[in-house]
């Protein structure tokens, strides 16, 4: 690693693929994975509207994803409301960004990624969000294993409303952090690929978690060490790299 | 308390039942606790819509509809489809239903194994152990299990076992089974009620 100057943006980045590779599995096991699109889309709107009228883009860009999830919480259309959605949010953004000066710039970041720009913000946001993550593993299982049952029903207690609105937010802020830090594409890739490449290998819940974290983080480290001697943008390489991850893993689980 | 002192796990009157418009109704009935009751009737007589309105699946448009307030209510559905790939092991569907794993050796073969990559008589098997011990460690509750037409899919590999599983229950569990199929009934020896009979009472 070229000196200290990349130590904080790597950490950022492995922290942040970890969170984006387990709310991947969370939302793969929710069959949500269209809705992932949509909040990431819509969170990059928010950033690009915090950057016109110069406020932070964390809090912007939170609830505008927060508000998108919370209204694809409410319906049970689980493809076209969220594609739907999240080409508005797409046409937003251009808009936006043929407008202003400024959001053109916001856009293009929002798109290419800014990972080699993280700073200390960025790094303590991810820290902050996965100890809170630590904390929450317990809660983000029960719920995750009881969204399988229906349509049977349970006599086990069902999870409280507390613990069901603290999984949409730590959703919301994980992927939020990620587009904003990685670009959206790059945070969907490692929010959707790794998952189902490890859906394919894995025994069991724990199998599945365990191999998404793998192929993740074989994803950012290859990643990693393809674009910066390449001089190549570390997004769209990480997008590649994902998608190969993943298909291997379905290959390799066609041949066991 | 013996299941006969308590009062009835399930009373309705006069309820008319559907989802977003009334399908079903004016029905009138009481399910004692501890019941085991099988509701026959033709397709479309309305048996899985009232499982459902027990379960709170389905809505009460009128009338009384009162499952027991301290009833812990569980149901197998008639189907449940299994995506692909379907990473979650035996255990994992014991842990997500909040059951606690049988002896029976059947069932227990089955909990190392992927669940989409069971047959559908396994997968069958499977989810209802899970519905009979859902919730199964707690004596002290009033237990409503609800079985919506639970010999389809059954081959005969795991039929006789499902059986076994079903009459394990306790008695004190209230039991409440849809079926089309009069040889699996007999063999769980259930009181048989045409779902007709319980219609357009007055």
Known sequence: ??????????????????????????????????????????????????????WPVLPVALLLG??????????????????????????????????????????????????????????????????LTVLMIPVLRRIWLHA?????????????????????????????????????????ATLLLPAWGAAWLARNLTGLLLWTQGIAMVGFLTAWAISLPLDQPFAPVLVLVNVVLALGARIAAMLR | MPPEALPPILSARSARLGFDRPVIGPLTLEIPAGARWALTGPNGAGKSLLLKAITGQARVHGGLFQPAPAARISLLAQDH?????????????????????????????????????????QWQLLRLAAVLNSHADDASSQRLILLDEPANHLDAEVRSDAIELIKTVPTQTTLLITSHDDAFLRALELEIHPLAEYLDAR
Not at chain 1, 70 to 93: D, I, K, N, T, Y
Not at chain 2, 95 to 107: E, K, L
């Open chain 1, 1 to 54: 690693m070229p000196g200290d100057l990349l130590l904080i943006p790597f950490l950022a980045g492995v922290l942040i693929t970890i969170l984006l590779a387990l709310a991947g599995a969370g939302l793969f096991l929710r069959g949500s994975v269209w809705q992932a699109l949509a909040l990431g889309q819509w969170a990059a709107v928010g950033g690009v509207f915090a950057s016109i009228l110069h």
């Open chain 1, 66 to 131: 927060g508000g998108v999830m919370a209204l694809l919480q409410r319906s049970r259309e689980r493809e076209r409301l969220p594609l739907a959605v999240f080409l508005a949010g797409l046409a937003a953004v251009t808009l936006l960004a043929a407008n202003f000066a400024q959001a053109s710039l916001a856009a293009a970041a929002w798109a290419e990624g800014q990972l080699y720009f993280a700073g200390p913000g960025e790094l303590q946001a991810a820290v902050g969000l996965a100890l």
């Open chain 2, 81 to 121: 489809h299994r995506p692909q790939p379907w990473p979650l092991s035996g255990h994992d569907w014991f842990r997500a239903m909040g059951a606690t794993t049988p002896a029976h050796a059947g069932v227990r073969a089955l909990l190392d194994r992927r669940l989409d990559r069971l047959s559908g008589g």
């Open chain 1, 148 to 188: 399988q049952i229906a349509p049977d029903v349970a006599a086990a207690s069902t999870p409280v409303l507390w613990q069901r609105l603290g999984e949409i937010v730590w959703l919301v802020a994980a992927i939020v952090l990620g587009s904003m830090v990685l670009g959206l594409p790059a945070a969907l």
